[in-house]
C-alpha cells in the first residue's frame, strides 16, 4: 500500500511554500488509493504550540487535504530512545562535545584551506575519561551519525539520478545535547516503522535525504520513493523566504482567495502543464502528474490566485457562501439577489464589502462637469427607495423624455452618479439593492 505523510512542525502557520508537500503527498496517496499520515512534528518542547496544530488541522481542512490518522512524534520518544540505543551498539552514533565557537573556528579554517567544511569526527577519538571532563566542566555532549564515506545514490521522482559523496557530508546531528530529538532521526524512525512508501519534499533537503537513505538502512528499514521538488521564488526570481509570513494560508483565506483556486494553481505550478482551474480536490488528484515537474526554482506569484478565485466565485451558488453575504448585514430578503448580482464582479470574497457598503449607503459620485446639470434633472426625476427591478428603465425613460438625451450620453453619466463607477453588474439589478437615493 501506498503511504505518504506531511510533517509540519507546529511552530507557526502553514505557508505557501509548506503547501506544496502537503498536497503533493496527499495527491500520490488519493491517487493509489493509500494512506497519508499527518504527522506533528512536535519535539521541541519551546517551540512547539497546540494552537498551531489546531491551526495546520483548520488549514489543511480548508484545502480539503483529509488524512487518515494524526501521529505526534512527541508521542514516540521511546521509539526514537530505542533508536538511539541501537545506532549506538551498532557504532554508528557518537557524543560529541563541541561548542558552536569551536565548530565555527574549525569551518573557517578548512574553508580557508580552500576545503568542504565537514565535521573532522573528533569526538569520536574522545575516551571516558575526556568525555567525563567535558561533562564536569558544564558542557553537554550531543550525537552524530557516523556516516558511511561512499556514494549515495537514488532515482529521485522529480531530480532523476542524483549521487552524493557522503565524505563531503557533515555527519549529521541527530540528538542535540539537551536531549531533544532533531527532524533528521524522528523523520527516519517514523518513515521506518509507519512504512512510509512515498516521500515528496524540497529541493533544500536533498542532502538530509543522502544522509537519512543510510539511516534507514542501518536501522533496516526500505528506503522510500523519494522526490524533490523545485523551491518557489518571488515573480521577480527573489528568495520568497522573506516574504512566507505574508502568504500564510490563513491570511490567504482571510484575504477571500479560493481554496481551489490554491490547489489548482500549486498542483500544476512549477509542471510541464498548463494551470487548470478545478471544481474539487478529486479532480486535482485525478490530475496530478509528479513526473511532469521539473527541477528549475519556481515563481509564485499571489496574484495570479485572484483571477483563479474570481473565476471560481463566478460559478458558486449562493448555499456556498450564505454564511459570508449574511455576515455582511445584507437583508434576507435581498441576500441571495445580492449574491447573484456581485459574484461575477468580485475578485475575492472581501470584495462583497464594498459593493453592499455601496448598495447600503451610496457611493461618491463620479460627474462629469459638463454632466452636472443633466445629472441634478435626472435625480429629481428618481424617487425614493425601495427600488425595483424595473426602476432603472422607468428612470432612464423619464430622463430621456425630460432631457433628450439617449444611448451612451444618457445611461454612463446615471451609472457614474449612481455606482461611482464606468462598469458592474446590470443597472436594473443595481437599482433593486439600493438601500438609500443618489446624491448628485
Known amino acids: 500500500m501506498t503511504i505518504t505523510r506531511f510533517a509540519p512542525s507546529p511552530t507557526g502557520h502553514l505557508h505557501i511554500g509548506n503547501l506544496r508537500a502537503a498536497l503533493f503527498n496527499y495527491c500520490i496517496a488519493r491517487q493509489a488509493g493509500g494512506t497519508f499520515i499527518l504527522r506533528i512534528d512536535d519535539t521541541d518542547p519551546d517551540r512547539s504550540e497546540e494552537a498551531y496544530v489546531a491551526a495546520i488541522k483548520e488549514d489543511l481542512t480548508w484545502l480539503g487535504l483529509t488524512w ?5 512524534q512527541s508521542d514516540r520518544l521511546d521509539r526514537y530512545a530505542a533508536a538511539k540505543a ?3 551498539e551498532m557504532g554508528r552514533l557518537y557524543e560529541c ?25 573528533s569526538g569520536i577519538d574522545l575516551t571516558e575519561d575526556q568525555k567525563q571532563a567535558y561533562r564536569d566542566a558544564g558542557r553537554t555532549g550531543h550525537w552524530r ?7 549515495i545514490e537514488w532515482t529521485d521522482g522529480i531530480l532523476g539520478e542524483v549521487s552524493i559523496d557522503a565524505a563531503s557530508v557533515s555527519d549529521p546531528v541527530l540528538i542535540r545535547g539537551d536531549g531533544q530529538v532533531l527532524y533528521t532521526l524522528a523523520s527516519v524512525v517514523d518513515d521506518t516503522e509507519m512504512g512510509i512508501t512515498d516521500v515528496v519534499r524540497g529541493s ?3 542532502t538530509n535525504t543522502a544522509t537519512q537513505i543510510q539511516m534507514i538502512r542501518a536501522l533496516g528499514g526500505t528506503v522510500p520513493n523519494f522526490a524533490h521538488h523545485s523551491l518557489l521564488t518571488g515573480p521577480q526570481g527573489e528568495a520568497l523566504s522573506k516574504r512566507l509570513g505574508t502568504l500564510a494560508l490563513r491570511d490567504l483565506r482571510a484575504r477571500g482567495i ?6 489548482s494553481l500549486m498542483a500544476r505550478l512549477g509542471s510541464a502543464d498548463p494551470v487548470e482551474l478545478r471544481e474539487s480536490i478529486d479532480e486535482v488528484v485525478a490530475g496530478f502528474d509528479l513526473s511532469r515537474f521539473g527541477s528549475a526554482p519556481t515563481k509564485f506569484d499571489s496574484d ?30 435581498l441576500a441571495e439577489v445580492f449574491w447573484e448580482v456581485v459574484r461575477e464582479n468580485i475578485a475575492t470574497l472581501d470584495d462583497m464589502a464594498d459593493w453592499w457598503r455601496l448598495f447600503r449607503d451610496g457611493a461618491k459620485p463620479k460627474v462629469a462637469e459638463e454632466d452636472a446639470d443633466f445629472v441634478a434633472t435626472a435625480l429629481g426625476l428618481l424617487g425614493d427607495p425601495p427600488y425595483t427591478s424595473e426602476t432603472w428603465a422607468d428612470w432612464t425613460a423619464a430622463v430621456k423624455a425630460a432631457t433628450g438625451r439617449k ?22 439589478d443595481v437599482m433593486r439593492l439600493m438601500q438609500v437615493k443618489p446624491r448628485a
Request: glycine fraction near 4%.
Open 68 to 72: 487518515d490518522r494524526v501521529e505526534r
Open 86 to 88: 541501537r545506532l549506538i
Open 97 to 121: 562535545f563541541d561548542t558552536p565557537d569551536e565548530l565555527e573556528l574549525k569551518r573557517r579554517k578548512q574553508m580557508n584551506m580552500g576545503r568542504p567544511p565537514v565535521y573532522d569526527r
Open 145 to 151: 551519525f557516523k556516516l558511511d564515506h561512499e556514494r
Open 204 to 206: 533544500d533537503h536533498v
Open 258 to 263: 479560493a481554496a481551489m483556486a490554491v490547489n
Open 304 to 333: 495570479d490566485l485572484v483571477p483563479l478565485t474570481h473565476r471560481w466565485l463566478a460559478a458558486r451558488p449562493f448555499l456556498e457562501v450564505e454564511a459570508r453575504v449574511r455576515a455582511l448585514g445584507v437583508p434576507d430578503d
Open 407 to 428: 444611448g451612451k450620453s444618457l445611461f454612463m453619466p446615471l451609472r457614474r452618479a449612481v455606482t461611482g463607477m464606468d462598469r458592474g453588474p446590470e443597472m436594473a
